[in-house]
């Protein structure tokens, strides 16, 4: 398997490609270019290829951005996107119109009602829904799995976590949980009232449509966005994906050489987050406890929310036999990685990778069970 952190700029882009022909993606964004995106799906994928699965941490530019492009290029077998609830997705709504996105575009409509936004695309026969929306752990109804699974899914608990067995290697797997945080509600909640905002535009998807359209209610939505000094999901995913049982032998490739070499350090699962706020004590807890069987097995973690230090906190690194990645644009205006999660990184001695939207910084790993 070559697992590749592509050069997207400030977004994520990372395949898991297997011999056997099977593919895996985490996140497909980018609000650096969504011009690169598209190229890098042309790039690295062949017309119609089949992809079994896709992970979508958060529905925001960055992350899924450039999923529209990727499921009108490739079959798409499976998305699996973040449950969100109706305040929740308003929120994200609301975010999305304000970083400048498309009020007529593929992702507003993911947004508001994912099922139908990929419907069109989809390659599963009829009745079947190509997206599995996943809730952090709740009684919702919502969130139980679609009644036909393309790929292998086991339970792993009641209704917020489970696993996707890879078909063509039935001990590497894909575990995946699902992370809420209101922190991002109240704060908006607080702005609006601070610049004579009504809470009420922000309740449901409609509201937020109806308040967009009006142009004295759309500049102070804008202020209040303004106003907020962090933005992250109200809901992410974090997937796991490497052994289940065994471990195998990483190599990386030296870009600028073309060589593998053989890295003994380094395991072979990774751990993919997307905005996760580990600041926040209880989803820091939870985390750690969820991947606790995991974390021995990955040698690859992506810092969350690009390496924000509003996000961050230094009990998500591993202490050895690990690489850190974050992704960045080159101008890295928005401080991300944060230079205190660098030096946190480096006082572990972990190798860092920032990726970029230069070529030359794409993270290449390839996964086998043998020593070439």
Known sequence: ?????????????????????????????????????????????????????????????????????????????????????????????????????????????????????????????????????VAPETAEEENVFDAVMPVGVMPWKAIDGFRVSVEANADWICYVRAYDCRQGLEQLTEALSEVGGDPQWITTAAAVWQAWRQDSARQILRQAFRLCKRWFSVVSLVVYSGPQYRDYYVYEQFTPLGKWSYVSRIRSGGIYTGELCLEDEQIRAAFLEDFRRYRPRTGSFLLPGHGAIDLFHESFLPKSHAIVV???????????????????VMQRQLPLYVVTESPGSAARFSVTDHIG
């Open 326 to 344: 974050a992704t960045a644009s080159t101008e890295n205006v928005l401080c991300m990685p944060h230079g205190k999660v660098i030096r946190m």
């Open 1 to 133: 398997m070559i697992r590749t952190f592509q050069p997207v700029g400030q977004g994520t882009f990372i395949t898991e490609q297997f011999e056997q022909g099977q593919n895996i993606v985490f996140d497909c964004g980018s609000s650096t270019s969504k011009g690169l995106v598209r190229e890098l799906i042309r790039t690295n994928f062949d017309e119609n290829e089949l992809i079994q699965a896709v992970f979508i941490s958060s529905l925001d530019i960055e992350h899924a951005g450039g999923l529209e492009a990727l499921v009108q290029w490739c079959c798409v077998k499976k998305v699996f996107v973040p449950y969100l609830k109706e305040d929740e997705r308003a929120y994200t709504l609301f975010k999305y119109l304000c970083e400048g996105g498309d009020p007529e575009g593929f992702l507003a409509r993911l947004i508001i009602d994912p099922k139908n936004a990929l419907s069109e695309f989809s390659v599963l026969p009829p009745g079947c829904h190509v997206v599995t929306q």
